[in-house]
């Protein structure tokens, strides 16, 4: 079974806690800090990969939660780190954030590895914290929380060129003997399923061509097969449009043309993707009259006749695709819209708003300190402080007039400011 569109969760691991602990020996009384720092959460690392060609696997295998972080132990001893997962996908595949329909990442390119969810860091454990001033340290920081995310796989083949037409039209034919691809092929509407691939040698030079399932007017709009599967000729640089030009099931060549491309402009751009003509089945009594007034209608037009079938005519019509598709752009990949919600990679770090006497603190580095820290405990709030200058919060409020003793909120937190 083919399938080119799956719906999954993934969540990065958390990162470990950072741990307090102070060394305990015998005939040692006061030992110094040594709590260890949190492993790292496990990420979330995609590979494009042209061993599958297909989404099925996602379907049976939807949940992918990397293993977290471990706690720090006593002796600076490091939490043990999640091990990462790695999900291949085909070549192709567009990673969409569910909600939103954003593109996270396109795999577009064979081989290619990219983490697209890091695992959370783990936190320091109270041995980093001590300095010559502040020798036992009674706190540690928490190891990074990741969200969990649900994603959309979609896949979008990339070949060069796109086989377009009706069922039965000879699509498969074609590229079975343009290629060496195998596809099936039978004498009944809708033996193509699911997309092929073929490479198509012409002269030294070589292009993916794709087949797809026939098109049926009302395809755009979910008729047939069609619809699901014109996704495969988006990003496609050139289309092929096949015409059975000896109309051998009573359909006509010319109402066939009309309607396939119809169909083509209500999906998206796919009308203003370059076309090239082909005639097929020329070899049936019928087609020589049915193009001559096919040309009569389209005079325009530049048809290429050929016989799949008896493999007629094939030379010139390669040609002309390999010389079209010279003169064509290399596919865009998707435009990776996506803005992850990290802290450290949105916006201004912080953001101070008057709000009457109180000056308001806010903003991503805000938040993870805030996180970070136990109110209750007298170092950690030293720290926060500290941090407060080096992250250039406490320069920033006296640029906007802040006094000793003027108010400053962060989240619910209130506290006067000390210059
Ligand atoms: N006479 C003749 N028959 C052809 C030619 N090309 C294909 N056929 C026949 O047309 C029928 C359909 O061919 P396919 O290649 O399966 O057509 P398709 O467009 O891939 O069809 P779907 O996958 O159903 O959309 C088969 O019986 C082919 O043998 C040709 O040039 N001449
Ligand atoms: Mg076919």
Request: glycine share 10%; with cysteine; proline share 6%.
């Amino acid at each position: 079974m083919f399938v080119d569109y799956v719906t999954i969760k993934v969540k990065a691991g958390d990162g470990g806690d950072g741990v307090v602990s102070f060394h305990r020996e015998k005939f040692v009384e006061n030992g110094g800090p040594d709590g260890g720092d949190g492993g790292n959460g496990g990420s979330i690392i995609f590979e494009a990969t042209d061993n599958v060609h297909t989404l099925l696997d996602f379907r049976f295998h939807r949940k992918f939660f990397a293993d977290n972080g471990e706690r720090g132990s006593k002796k600076r001893q490091r939490g043990k780190s999640g091990a990462d997962i790695l999900i291949k996908v085909p070549v192709g595949t567009l990673v969409r954030e569910r909600e939103s329909g954003a593109v996270i990442a396109d795999m577009h390119t064979c081989g290619e590895k990219r983490t697209l969810f890091p695992g959370g860091r783990g936190g320091a454990g109270n041995a980093r914290f001590a300095t010559p001033v502040r020798q036992a340290p009674n706190f540690a920081k928490p190891g990074e929380k990741t969200p969990e995310f649900q994603l959309i796989l979609e896949l979008k083949t990339i070949a060069d060129v796109g086989l377009v037409g009706f069922p039965n039209v000879g699509k498969s034919t074609l590229l079975s003997v343009v290629s060496a691809a195998k596809p099936k092929i039978a004498n009944y509407h809708f033996t193509t399923l699911e997309p092929n691939l073929g490479v198509v040698r012409v002269d030294d030079d070589g292009f993916v061509m794709a087949d797809i399932p026939g098109l049926i007017e009302g395809a755009a709009d979910g008729v047939g097969l069609g619809h699901a599967f014109l996704r495969h000729v988006e990003r496609t640089r050139l289309l092929i449009h096949l015409i059975d030009m000896s109309g051998s099931e009573g359909r006509d060549p010319l109402e066939d043309y009309a309607i396939i491309n119809r169909e083509l402009a209500k999906y998206g751009n796919l009308a203003e993707k370059p076309q090239i003509i082909a005639a097929n089945k020329m070899d049936l009594p019928d087609a020589p009259e049915f193009l001559a007034l096919f040309r009569q209608a389209h005079p325009e037009i530049e048809v290429f006749e050929i016989s799949a079938l008896n493999r007629q005519g094939l030379t010139p019509l390669l040609r002309r695709v390999r010389a079209m598709l010279a003169e064509l752009p290399e596919p865009e990949p998707f435009f990776e819209t996506y803005v992850m919600p990290d802290p450290g990679d949105q916006g201004p770090a912080f953001e101070i708003v008057k709000d009457a006497d109180v000056y308001c603190v806010s903003g991503p580095l805000v938040d993870r300190l805030l996180s970070n820290i136990d109110f209750y405990d007298d170092e950690s709030m030293a720290y926060f402080q500290r941090s407060l200058r080096a992250m250039g919060v406490i320069d920033a409020l006296r640029e906007q007039g802040a006094k000793d003793g003027d108010t400053v909120r962060m989240d619910d937190l209130e506290f006067d400011f000390i210059d």
